[in-house]
């Protein structure tokens, strides 16, 4: 028997278990490292869910404390102040920051509440303007009738007023004119959804046009290729009195303005989809309707603010 010759046929076969073990592994470690990212991209998203339906509830809680939204905080200031401070004022009653952040100091909550899980603040985008819901008790239907008159409410901006005789709430909510802010949103049968008072948005794990704690600048918006989620971190048109077709949500917009009239809820694209990508879309949002916010039968109707009986 030749023990020379086996002896390193059998250390050829060690080598190969051991570079075969190797790289099971390194192959299990990389899997687990994956399995491990994912879980806590989905513990971040599941956080900054959670805090989106609290910030949510709390300023429906200020709508039926006050009558009206607060405006957003500026997102280059910390201090959660609304700006103007009080409801909006003629001629224009339009806020300040139309792309700013969540007023925490008005809604009883801590600057760490309005933060996402990644530390960046959540944006809040609100119905502002002539027939908007940040002027004095723009909203609250509570002075027009559930069996009211129909009317045109021109000359009051089509807010209920405590006159007789007392209006019905469809003329005040009349879609053609007092329009709200516009949802494309993925996961409806509808897609666009309009007459939305409030929108709340995290600009998710890439945070690309979100505003950060400690810095006056806004992060860098998604480039122009990736219009839909850039939408998300720019400024409203400031059209909130100019009656409009309430469907104005293409998506992909044919022709994206520089100022868009609407915001996007889509499903979120895999991690490995680049920012620069036009279909990466990685943003938390929630919003509010009129129909929730104002219909005995709405998701907050227990808010207050619904038409009464008079």
């Given at each position: ?7 390193p ?6 080598a190969?278990?051991?570079?075969t ?92 509440d ?30 027009c ?19 007789a ?40 794990a ?13 992060l ?37 303005p ?12 895999d ?40």
């Open positions: 028997m030749n023990l020379g010759a086996r002896r046929r059998q250390q050829g076969l060690v190969l278990l051991l570079a073990t190797l790289l099971l592994t390194l192959s299990t470690t990389l899997v687990l490292s994956e399995l491990s990212q994912r879980r806590e991209v989905g513990d971040q998203q599941a956080l900054t869910q959670k805090r989106l339906l609290a910030l949510r509830q709390a300023l429906v809680n200020f709508a039926s404390a006050n009558g009206r939204l607060p405006c957003p905080a500026s997102g280059a200031a910390d201090d959660g102040q609304p700006v103007p401070a009080n409801s909006t004022v003629a001629p224009t009653y339009l806020c300040t920051n139309r792309n700013g952040t969540v007023p925490w100091s008005v809604l009883g909550l801590t600057s760490s309005t933060l996402d899980a990644w530390g960046r603040k959540i944006s809040y985008r609100v119905y502002d303007g002539v027939r908007g819901l940040t002027r004095t008790d723009g909203a609250s239907m509570v002075n009738a559930t069996t009211g008159t129909a009317a045109a409410l021109a000359a009051n901006n089509f807010q209920c007023a405590a006159v005789p007392r209006t019905d709430p469809a003329s005040v909510l009349a879609p053609a004119t007092r329009r709200g802010l516009a949802v494309y949103d993925e996961s409806q049968s509808t897609t666009t959804v309009w007459q939305v008072a409030l929108v709340l948005i995290s600009h998710g890439s945070g690309a046009g979100a505003w950060v704690p400690g810095s006056t600048t806004q860098a918006l998604p480039p122009v290729a990736n219009a839909v989620e850039r939408a998300n971190g720019l400024v409203l048109t400031p059209a909130g009195s100019v009656p409009i077709t309430p469907n104005t949500c293409p998506l992909p917009p044919a022709v994206m520089a100022q868009p009239i609407c915001h996007y809820r889509l499903n979120k694209s991690a490995k989809v680049a920012l620069t990508d036009k279909d990466h879309f990685d943003d938390q949002v929630v919003y509010v309707t009129f129909f929730d916010l104002f219909n005995p039968a709405g998701q907050f109707s227990a808010a207050g603010r619904a038409p009464r009986n008079w």
